[in-house]
């Protein structure tokens, strides 16, 4: 394509495309963040945080990348030696285990095959190994973006709860909060970690923490360093609605917007929406005979859904045939699975027609890029679209059919 025209299709799993009335929102000058104005819109955006955590906790937010947030998340609750169990769901599961080594962390981490999410069972079984309650805290990523698995973490939680094993949870909502359903209170979270790009439908910059009291507790003896990451130097000035250094204002125009947004749909029917979308998805891949990486149905992400190619295809040429002719980006396939899976994200601003507009550019790539398919995928996701909507257009319709 040598002038690509219209909107590019931003499929990618975060960042994920940023809604018009978000970015109206940010489009303002830059003001005083020390002024009392600034104090009323971050108290605004720091319980509407909580909203969308679904928690009364405290939520802390800093001028980062979801990275920093795992990181505040480490120093803030462990010390150097401490043993964690952590899970393989993949790329990211396996990025933040290495950050915890860097930090003198001693992690048990449960293999796995990046084709599901955790195991509850597997959880609960090393839990109940540990007699001298030596594990400080299982962390797990509740949305692999990497391979589109989704973990059960309320499972986990009533699996640890079992055992009766008192190591902290802390999870990785980066790419589930304000997308997949997600419960920091109900679920008994210690610290919920997440990012600005994704569910909030906002450009990169803001990391956060869901801090329960039990991780806050935590974080007045352990012996980890740290200074910038510290939740105490955040929390006092945030009671008055104000930060310990200057913080993203114009990034935080915009998340009082995307939060407003997601409370009006309400919370419930984004997460339906996003189900829909998936399950619409898969019904195409499924249709061009074509296999998306996660076997395990009860773990299908509702926010992406990762394709394998067939033997002797790769992704990326495919991704790139793709971009260059229809001005859409997908996903490519991280470190293990490189070369061997695109991902199609949809979440966020994202309804039935961007979804199908996405899947036609995948259908039509396929065959410009002479991989092996069967027409009609686009069709499938159609009619599964339309069953699952029929209900709520027929009052419409018939006022059509009467005109
Ligand atoms: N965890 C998950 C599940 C992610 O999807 C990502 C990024 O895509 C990260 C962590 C890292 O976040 P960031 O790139 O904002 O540092």
Not at 51 to 65: E, G, L
Request: hydrophobic share 45%.
């Amino acid at each position: 394509m040598t002038h690509p025209t219209g909107r590019h299709f931003l499929q990618i799993p975060g960042p994920s495309p940023v809604p018009d009335r978000v970015l109206r929102a940010m489009d303002m000058p830059v003001i005083d963040h020390r002024s009392a104005g600034f104090a009323e819109l971050a108290r605004n955006v720091l319980e509407g945080c909580q909203k969308i955590f679904q928690t009364q906790a405290p939520v802390v937010i800093f001028p980062s990348s979801g990275t920093g947030a795992w990181e505040a998340a480490i120093v803030n609750t462990l010390s150097p030696g401490d043993k964690v169990l952590m899970v393989e769901t993949g790329h990211f599961a396996t990025l933040w285990r290495n950050m915890a080594a860097r930090w003198g962390i001693e992690v048990d981490f449960l293999a796995g095959d990046w084709r599901r999410g955790a195991d509850p069972a597997a959880i609960e079984a090393k839990l109940a190994q540990d007699a001298s309650r030596a594990i400080k805290a299982v962390m797990v990523v509740h949305n692999e973006t990497s391979t589109g698995s989704i973990s059960r973490v309320g499972e986990i939680r009533a699996a640890i709860d079992r055992v009766g094993h008192p190591a902290l949870l802390m999870v990785d909502t980066i790419s589930s909060l304000g997308s997949a359903d997600y419960r920091h209170d109900e679920w008994k979270v210690d610290v919920s970690v997440s990012c600005s790009q994704k569910g909030f439908m906002l450009p990169p910059g803001l990391g956060l923490n869901a801090v329960s009291e039990k991780a806050r507790a935590a974080s007045k003896t352990n012996k980890m360093p740290r200074s910038y990451w510290d939740w105490e130097e955040m929390l006092k000035p945030n009671a008055k609605g104000f930060f310990p250094y200057t913080p993203a204002t114009n990034l935080l125009y915009g998340l009082r917007e995307a939060i407003k947004m997601l409370l009006e749909e309400g919370l419930e029917n984004v997460f339906a929406r996003h189900q829909r979308l998936a399950a619409a998805a898969r019904a195409a891949v499924s249709h061009w005979g074509l296999e998306v990486l996660c076997q395990e149905p009860k773990d299908f992400s509702p926010v992406l859904t990762a394709v394998l190619m067939p033997p002797g295809h790769d992704a990326d040429q495919f991704r790139k045939v793709v971009l260059d002719n229809f001005n859409m980006s997908l996903g490519s396939g991280l470190s293990k699975v490189a070369g061997k899976v695109f991902r199609i994200g949809h979440l966020g601003e994202c309804n039935e027609l961007t979804l199908l507009g996405a899947l036609t550019g995948v259908e039509m790539g396929l065959s410009v890029a002479g991989v092996p398919h069967r027409k009609g995928g686009v069709d499938a996701a159609m009619e599964f679209l339309e069953q699952r909507t029929q209900g709520n257009a027929s009052p419409h319709l018939k006022v059509v059919g009467h005109l």
